[in-house]
T-cell receptor, first 113, second 115 residues
C-alpha cells in the first residue's frame, strides 16, 4: 500500500521568497514515482514536477525543484522566487506499478505581496 | 502537450436522476483512464480505473452499480452517476494515461451538485 503525508495544511510566503512544501511517503514497491500537482481555485490539476525512485539527481522544472531524500522517504517541493500566481493548493502524489496515483491531503500556499 | 477534456464542466441535477460525465483525450490515445472524486477542502480520491474494452476496476468502498464507467474507445471514458443523491455532490476529475507513460493528464473537472 502507498501513503503520502503532507503535514502542512497551510503555508504563507512573501512574494519573491522561496518556500518548501513538505511531503513524506511510504511504499513497499521498489520502483515508484513522485509527483507534485498544483490546483488553483478553478480546480484543474496542473502537473509541476516528477521524480523517479531511481533518479540520481533531484528533479528541477524552472522555479520548481524537488528535494528527494530516498532514505528518509521525503520529496519536498521547493518553489523559488514565489509569485502571486503561485497561490493555490499543492498536492504530492505517489505512483506505483499499479498505475495508480495516491494523493496527499494537500498544502494551501498563500503568497503575500 | 496532451489535453484531456471533460463535459460538462458543471451540472446541477435533482435527487434520483442520473448524470453522465464524459472524459476525452483530445490528442492522444488513452488505454487507461482514471476517475477521481474530490470533496470540498479534501484531496483527490481514486474511484476507479478504466481500461479500454474491459470492465473498470473500482476502489474499495465505491459502488460499481452506482458509478457506471464505460471506456468504449481509446479517447473516451464516461462516468454515469445513477440515482444521484445530495451526498454525491462533489468535484469529479478524470485523468488519462498515455500509452507506455507514467504521467497522468488531468481533465478540468466536473462539479456536480445534486439538489
Amino acid at each position: 500500500a502507498q501513503k503520502i503525508t503532507q503535514t502542512q495544511p497551510g503555508m504563507f510566503v512573501q512574494e519573491k521568497e522561496a518556500v518548501t512544501l513538505d511531503c513524506t511517503y511510504d511504499t513497499s514497491d521498489p520502483s515508484y514515482g513522485l509527483f507534485w500537482y498544483k490546483q488553483p481555485s478553478s480546480g484543474e490539476m496542473i502537473f509541476l514536477i516528477y521524480q523517479g525512485s531511481y533518479d540520481q539527481q533531484n528533479a528541477t522544472e524552472g522555479r520548481y525543484s524537488l528535494n528527494f531524500q530516498k532514505a528518509r522517504k521525503s520529496a519536498n517541493l521547493v518553489i523559488s522566487a514565489s509569485q502571486l500566481g503561485d497561490s493555490a493548493m499543492y498536492f504530492c502524489a505517489i505512483f506505483s506499478g499499479a498505475n495508480n496515483l495516491f494523493f496527499g491531503t494537500g498544502t494551501r500556499l498563500t503568497v503575500i505581496p | 502537450g496532451a489535453v484531456v477534456s471533460q463535459h460538462p464542466s458543471w451540472v446541477i441535477c435533482k435527487s434520483g436522476t442520473s448524470v453522465k460525465i464524459e472524459c476525452r483525450s483530445l490528442d492522444f490515445q488513452a488505454t487507461t483512464m482514471f476517475w477521481y472524486r474530490q470533496f470540498p477542502k479534501q484531496s483527490l480520491m481514486l474511484m476507479a480505473t478504466s481500461n479500454e474494452g474491459s470492465k473498470a476496476t473500482y476502489e474499495q468502498g465505491v459502488e460499481k452499480d452506482k458509478f457506471l464507467i464505460n471506456h468504449a474507445s481509446l479517447t473516451l471514458s464516461t462516468l454515469t452517476v445513477t440515482s444521484a443523491h445530495p451526498e454525491d455532490s462533489s468535484f469529479y476529475i478524470c485523468s488519462a494515461l498515455a500509452g507506455g507513460g507514467y504521467e497522468q493528464y488531468f481533465g478540468p473537472g466536473t462539479r456536480l451538485t445534486v439538489t
